[in-house]
Nanobody, 123 residues
Framework: QVRLVESGGGLVQAGGSLRLSCAASGLTFSSYAMGWFRQAPGTEREFVAAISWSGASTYYADSVKGRFTISRDGAKNTVYLQMNSLKPEDTAVYYC????????????????WGQGTQVTVSS
């Protein structure tokens, strides 16, 4: 059974930083591309960042480029999202995703999903 468990969310002031973690189990972590999505109240889930199975390729939404960094640790079966210079508009529930291909993760298709972690950025 595949499980993705996010952690690291919380309340932070604008301009601050948070690091989200997603621990994966029940899958061969090194064979999966990983990603992060977010969903604010009243909006659809949107893509944030993705990383290939090897970690060699990353891709970001324009809204977070230069502020967020995705990385992965194969020894810990964990993917991270370092979020700097946070803005109130970054407030959302952040979800971890695992997919068989980089493209699938970017599109959010045929992915395993975590339960999400709340990030709130105050102004």
């Amino acid at each position: 059974q595949v499980r993705l468990v996010e952690s690291g969310g919380g309340l932070v002031q604008a301009g601050g930083s948070l690091r989200l973690s997603c621990a994966a189990s029940g899958l061969t972590f090194s064979s999966y591309a990983m990603g992060w999505f977010r969903q604010a109240p009243g909006t659809e889930r949107e893509f944030v960042a993705a990383i290939s199975w090897s970690g060699a390729s990353t891709y970001y939404a324009d809204s977070v480029k230069g502020r967020f960094t995705i990385s992965r640790d194969g020894a810990k079966n964990t993917v991270y999202l370092q979020m700097n210079s946070l803005k109130p508009e970054d407030t959302a529930v952040y979800y971890c995703a695992a997919g068989a291909s980089f493209g699938a993760v970017v599109r959010g298709m045929d992915c395993y999903w975590g339960q999400g972690t709340q990030v709130t950025v105050s102004s």
